[in-house]
């Protein structure tokens, strides 16, 4: 009787068509005993069950053994399927003349009922959601504490080891978030991102007077003057000054005032500045002394053009008296969109599961609430539109170069990624790998093609940074570069600059020859001209961020830079590639600008950080060339053993 539509479609059958289940062969067919009359057949069991009737069991054997032969109908297997599985049939006798050996080699007998091999999982088998949200909630209070406490001008040894407790925290919980699912982690790194990010809304800023420039610069700018046409002591804006960015009498008395002479009198904003007071008019000796909180009141602002604009809408749309925690709300929003942006572009990546555990190193980063929420810097705008622009790149071209200069427009220093954003585009076929040379080549390349890649790039990303700044030069009688010149030659980055030694740049340099004042820059750029010629020809351009990466990073460590804010760029940078050991360079900015105030003499202190850093670089590099060789050799191992 041909087999039922019902029993060929059962699992154990189909698996053995498409070939999951070898096919064995059938057992011996015995002649079945006599049919019993139907009086004597037994009825259907009452429950409704399919276990099996007696009268479907064969007759025993006749050769007198009581072993009994497999059941038409087994029981339902243990994996939770109501559907029963096909019986096991016995292995094939073997046969006459088949050696012990060939026996050991053929295919064992299925067992019964065996349940699917269950999938491990990734380990970690104690972490629990439970535990991260633990983790989670310990940063958030030590970050809380430390924003609470005042202690970089009076103790910044202290904030030193709630830095560290915190970084240990953060770890901690990086590490622990790469046990979740990919939906699981998101949900954690999106939330964690909000509320770590809500801790520095808690107080004014600590470590930086930089957001109070902002405000000014927008305060300016909505008065219809140029930020870059007057200096803040300029008495021609004496009109704007307000009283918390011009504070008078006693509450001049504290760390990070600058003294500012007493305007004579209150000129309309536009107007010629005047002349300083000469000795035939000293001030007034009674005159209340007045100060400003702004850094460097004497020079131009420095800002590009975007990073004036984004001032500007601070401040329009920011309440009368609010003074810093618009530009405090704004750093936080950035930086949540910046997480938003990571977990988006997680979800179109090879593994979304690691790639969303990868983005936590930018969103659970305590440099995040410090520098760009608490400080409100506005690194954390470039820093948006650089990750918006790397992940654009790969797919559209124009649209990522427009966004990376729109991130050069915002800071200026998101310009060393755009070679990263060109990574292969120098690449020849002699460096493409065997497999992609094998594939038949749709069209070839023309040698312009290059130059058309690299032209889709940076034609919009200039265009973008000269629209930005076309409007300020028209607006402006003064140069719109500001103190950029000044600054350069202040942070000691001047070739025979004095002030190197004393702000610790050039510190890796310093260790191998000393005063590298007069020869670090030509050194600095050929060291930074062969690691973007690198990047250009072995470059990956489906993951520009890496070469991002690596140029930026570079830069870093051979500049030194004693600003703790620029390291935002290698924070996102890292979330972006997952090389966690480049996150060594942030911690090297906080030894060098906080931790040195704590002890005498403390550039060894800022010199220290930067050569663990670099140390740790050169380790994660050389693990990850001896896995990816590693890798090489099991993959080419099968085909040494059939060519041997």
């Known amino acids: 009787m041909p087999a039922s539509p019902r029993r060929l479609l059962r699992p154990g059958r189909l698996a053995r068509w498409i070939g999951r289940v070898p096919e064995q062969a059938p057992p011996p067919r015995s002649v079945p005993g006599p049919r019993p009359p139907a009086r004597a057949r037994p009825a259907p069991p009452p429950d409704g069950t399919d276990e099996p009737r007696p009268s479907e069991h064969p007759a025993p054997p006749p050769d007198g053994t009581d072993e009994p032969r497999p059941s038409e109908h087994p029981a339902p297997p243990p994996d939770g399927t109501d559907e029963p599985r096909p019986p096991q049939r016995p292995a094939p006798p073997a046969r006459a003349g088949t050696t012990p050996a060939a026996q ?14 269950r999938r491990a999982r990734p380990g970690c088998r104690w972490v629990t959601p439970l535990g991260l949200a633990t983790l989670l909630g310990s940063l958030v209070a030590v970050l809380a504490i430390t924003f609470r406490r005042d202690d970089f001008h009076t103790a910044p040894g202290t904030l030193s080891r709630w830095y560290a407790i915190a970084w240990a925290l953060f770890a901690a919980a990086a590490w622990t978030v790469r046990c979740l699912g990919a ?21 004014p800023p600590r470590t930086s007077t930089d957001a109070y420039r902002y405000a000014w610069d927008g305060r300016v700018q909505a008065a219809g003057i140029s930020p870059y046409d007057h200096a803040p002591e300029d008495p021609a804006l004496a009109s704007l000054r307000d009283r918390w960015l011009f504070p008078r009498g006693s509450a001049c008395h504290g760390p990070d005032r600058a003294p500012v002479r007493p305007a004579p009198g209150r000129p309309t904003p536009g107007a010629a500045p005047h002349a300083a007071p000469g000795p035939a008019h000293p001030p007034s000796a009674t005159a209340e002394p007045q100060c400003t909180r702004l850094n460097r009141p004497s020079v131009h602002t420095i800002y590009p053009p975007a990073a004036e604009g984004y001032f500007l809408l601070v401040h329009r749309s920011a309440p009368s008296g609010s003074a810093l925690l618009p530009l405090q709300t704004g750093g936080a929003l950035l930086s949540v969109a910046t997480t938003a942006v990571l977990l988006a572009a997680a979800r179109r990546r090879r593994d979304p599961r690691l790639a969303t555990a990868r983005a936590a190193l930018w969103a659970w980063c305590p440099a995040v609430p410090v520098e760009a929420v608490n400080n409100a810097h506005v690194d954390a705008l470039g820093v948006l539109l650089t990750v ?72 919009p990303a200039t265009a973008v940074i000269a629209l930005g700044y076309l409007p300020y030069v028209l607006l402006s009688h003064s140069s719109v570069l500001g103190y950029l010149t000044g600054y350069v030659a202040e942070e000691g980055y001047e070739t025979g600059s004095t002030a190197a030694d004393d702000k610790n740049r050039y510190a890796l340099l310093r260790l191998l020859h000393p005063g590298p004042e007069t020869w670090a820059l030509p050194v600095i750029a050929a060291v930074l001209l062969v690691v973007v010629a690198w990047v250009l020809l072995r470059g990956d351009p489906q993951r520009p961020w890496r070469g991002a990466l690596v140029v930026t990073g570079t830069a870093f460590l051979l500049m030194t830079p004693g600003y703790p804010w620029y390291a935002l760029l290698v924070v996102a940078l890292v979330a972006l590639d997952g090389r966690w050991e480049w996150l060594g360079l942030p911690l090297a900015g906080v030894a060098q600008y906080v931790t040195a105030r704590a002890v005498d003499d403390g550039a060894w202190v800022g010199t220290l950080g930067y050569a663990v850093a670099g140390a740790a670089i050169m380790t994660g590099w050389a693990l990850r060339a001896r896995q990816a060789r590693q890798a090489r050799q099991a993959a080419s191992a099968p085909w040494r053993n059939w060519l041997n």
Do not use: N
Request: no cysteine.
């Open 388 to 459: 918006a622009g790397l992940v654009a790149v790969p797919r559209r071209r124009a649209l990522g170069g427009a966004l990376l200069g729109a991130a050069t427009a915002a800071k200026l220093l998101p310009a060393v990624t755009l070679p990263g954003a060109l990574s292969g585009v120098l690449a020849t076929a002699a460096a493409k790998p065997v497999a992609e040379l094998k594939k038949p080549a749709r069209r070839l390349a023309s040698p312009a093609e290059p130059i058309r890649r690299a032209a889709a790039i940076v034609l």
């Open 104 to 117: 050991e080699h053929a295919a064992p007998p299925a067992q019964e009922h065996a349940a699917p091999p």
């Open 183 to 203: 939906r699981q982690a998101a949900v954690f790194v999106l939330a964690g991102s909000a509320a770590v990010a809500a801790t520095g809304l808690l107080a």
